[in-house]
């Protein structure tokens, strides 16, 4: 138990029980805070963490490594249901707009997008971007909003910011530190949920404490799944959600970099314009 | 309410079109999923044309917008599951499921040296149930809600079958590591002592 954080302890053995469930992002934000909250203090739980990830590359190696369908078996496919008539009956079209949009979203909150889906394709693409933001301002909400320290710790040197990254993200964050004008960062890390590992900055407005002058920007991996399936073209709004606004933008090397803050959407878009056209270059920096 | 309504006259050039650009793109994944099951090139060819000529006859009924892949990877399961019945069904019985239990209370850390090789053989060692859920989540990532969908059963089960399924696979890959320990690694690697 970590008394500094006052946060609810999980036993080894409860943990482990989560831990595949954490890997397939399938737990609740609140618990994959907790269970990284015990991996920050426990190595044995980390390292079994390590072998099961570990364990899981592999069976996606191994399927991976299957042959590919043979060359010319498509087209026989294609060719055989060419001759097969369409099937009778009214088909069913789409009516309104994605349904898989709100699922994705939650209850009670309605996304502004910034691409109207005109197509099930589109459908399927908003619920992803949707899914996308909704993580960004969770884990600004259990991150970032959860704990005092961030907002009432004096301003930590410069050189403490981030002062466990490795090189590569040092560099980043030394470019990120004086964009956003009127503001500090006051910590670099790395968390995240679902299975899904951030870049975490928070950053809170000079001489302010309070929670609601923190400003967090998120950036996923590049070959995260979040990543993999969503690409936002240029500075992207979805509004208000929960009382945070999101911006976010895709990144020169394909990772997601979004911008989350208390304040309305138009100062989302201004923190937004002034961080993440520098970050994005950033990351694919050498 | 639903969000979808039925559309009385659309013509078969449409349909056509909207299969083209819904359910062709996953093809080989299709193809490369049913090679998974079958172990067997051809009966994975017979697999993946039987599931797209089901797929074609049952598309009108295809709700436009929701999970293509998902509704493939459902009739994949529901063909594959056909015609597994003919042949052996699988039971995991009380007994196993006992054993199985016992393992997951008792459970010793998963090795961290391992090879790919050894994974595909406790993959291989596995229950086909156990092994199929596995792909479903790991390799195709689907959410456990979307897994429900295509088994057909409810997230619970999902859930607990797929704890057992991991709990066995880590049984076995920790069996085959601990072979390795016993024979030493010249003869886990093959090579002539």
Redesign the interface.
């Known amino acids: 138990m970590n008394a500094a954080l006052n946060v609810r302890d999980y036993g080894c053995a409860k943990v482990r029980r989560r831990l595949d469930s954490y890997l397939a992002g399938e737990l609740s934000v609140d618990l994959s805070h907790e269970i990284l909250e015990h991996l920050d203090r426990c190595p044995d739980c980390r390292k079994e963490l390590a072998a099961r990830e570990n364990l899981r590359g592999a069976v996606r190696r191994i399927a991976a490594a299957e042959p590919e369908p043979r060359e010319g078996f498509e087209a026989e496919v294609r060719a055989r249901l060419a001759k097969v008539p369409a099937p009778a009956g009214g088909s069913l079209t789409t009516f309104l707009l994605a349904a898989s949009l709100v699922a994705a979203a939650g209850a009670g909150t309605l996304f502004v997008l910034s691409r109207v889906p005109g197509s099930p394709g589109a459908n399927l693409a908003a619920a992803r971007d949707a899914k996308a933001f909704l993580f960004a301002a969770l884990n600004h909400k259990n991150c970032a909003l959860r704990f005092d320290r961030w907002a009432k710790m004096a301003a930590p040197a410069a050189a403490d910011v981030g002062a466990d990254l490795g090189p590569g993200l040092t560099a980043v964050l030394g470019k990120a530190a004086g964009a956003l004008p009127g503001y500090v960062p006051v910590t670099a890390h790395e968390c995240g949920h679902a299975g899904e590992k951030i870049f975490h900055i928070i950053y809170r407005k000079a001489g302010s404490t309070s929670k609601t002058d923190l400003v967090s920007v998120i950036a996923t991996r590049p070959g995260s799944t979040l990543a993999a399936h969503v690409r936002l073209a240029g500075l992207v709004s979805h509004g208000r959600m929960d009382g945070l606004s999101v911006v976010g933008t895709t990144a020169d090397d394909g990772r997601l970099v979004f911008l989350v803050t208390s304040g309305p959407d138009d100062e989302a878009m201004r923190l937004g314009e002034a961080v993440l056209p520098t970050l994005a270059i950033a990351f694919a920096a050498p | 309410m639903?969000?979808?309504?039925?559309?009385?006259?659309?013509p078969?050039q449409?349909?056509?079109v909207?299969f083209d650009?819904?359910a062709?793109p996953h093809?080989?994944e299709i193809?490369?999923a049913a090679?998974?099951l079958t172990r067997r090139?051809a009966e994975a060819?017979d697999l993946?044309?039987e599931v797209?000529?089901q797929a074609?006859?049952?598309?009108?009924?295809?709700?436009?917008?929701?999970?293509?892949r998902a509704w493939l990877y459902k009739i994949l399961w529901n063909v594959n599951q056909q015609r597994s019945r003919k042949k052996v069904p699988f039971t995991l019985g009380a007994e196993g499921e006992a054993q199985l239990a016992e393992t997951l209370a008792a459970?010793e850390?998963?090795?961290?040296e391992?090879?790919?090789e050894e994974?595909?053989a406790a993959?291989d060692a596995i229950s086909s149930e156990h092994k199929q859920i596995?792909?479903l989540?790991?390799?195709e990532?689907f959410?456990?809600k979307e897994i429900a969908a295509i088994l057909r059963v409810p997230i619970g089960t999902v859930?607990s079958r797929?704890?057992r399924a991991?709990a066995a696979?880590?049984e076995k890959?920790r069996g085959t590591a601990a072979a390795i320990n016993v024979a030493g690694p010249a003869a886990a690697q093959g090579e002539t002592p």
């Open positions: 639903s969000l979808f309504r039925p559309h009385p006259a659309e078969a449409t349909l056509r909207d650009r819904e062709w093809f080989r193809t490369r090679l998974r090139p060819e993946a044309s797209f000529l074609w006859k049952s598309f009108a009924k295809f709700e436009r917008g929701t999970n293509c459970e850390p998963t090795p961290t391992i090879r790919d994974v595909a993959l596995l792909l989540s790991d390799v990532e959410t456990y859930m797929l704890s991991r696979l880590r890959v």
